[in-house]
């Protein structure tokens, strides 16, 4: 694994509607300037998590994938993937599948 490498643990819905992707690690200090993409992505540190807003209507799915983008582009470059023991709270059996199957492709 690469210095930066994280590994998403958790994938929950939060009662506000809300994605939180949640590492393994607890994150570092530093991703809290993700804000600064401008794409609607920021950092929980109390759950130490990247988390959506509500301001965008995509579907759960496609916020993993925009969040997972974000991180892991060039401007960025945190490097996170989807672990292989994943705990998933509030997210429907369908999202869940389509998020796991664009993981691996």
Same mark, same amino acid.
């Given at each position: ?27 570092? #200090? ?8 401008? =794409?609607?992505? @920021?950092?929980?540190? &109390?759950?130490?998590?990247? +988390? ?26 945190? #490097? ?8 998933? =709270?509030?997210? @429907?059996?369908?999202? &869940?599948?389509?998020?796991? +199957?664009?993981?691996?492709?």
């Amino acid at each position: 694994m690469a210095e930066h490498d994280e590994i998403i643990n958790r994938v929950e819905v939060l009662e506000s509607g809300e994605l939180i992707l949640v590492l393994e690690s607890g994150g570092r #200090s530093g991703y809290q300037h993700i804000y600064r993409e401008g =794409v609607g992505v @920021s950092w929980d540190n &109390k759950r130490g998590a990247f +988390k959506s807003t509500s301001r965008v209507k995509w579907s759960y799915p496609e916020w993993f994938f925009h969040i997972l983008n974000t991180c892991n582009s060039d401007n960025v470059y945190y #490097s996170i993937c989807l672990g292989s023991e994943v705990d998933w =709270v509030n997210i @429907s059996e369908q999202d &869940k599948e389509e998020i796991e +199957k664009g993981s691996t492709t």
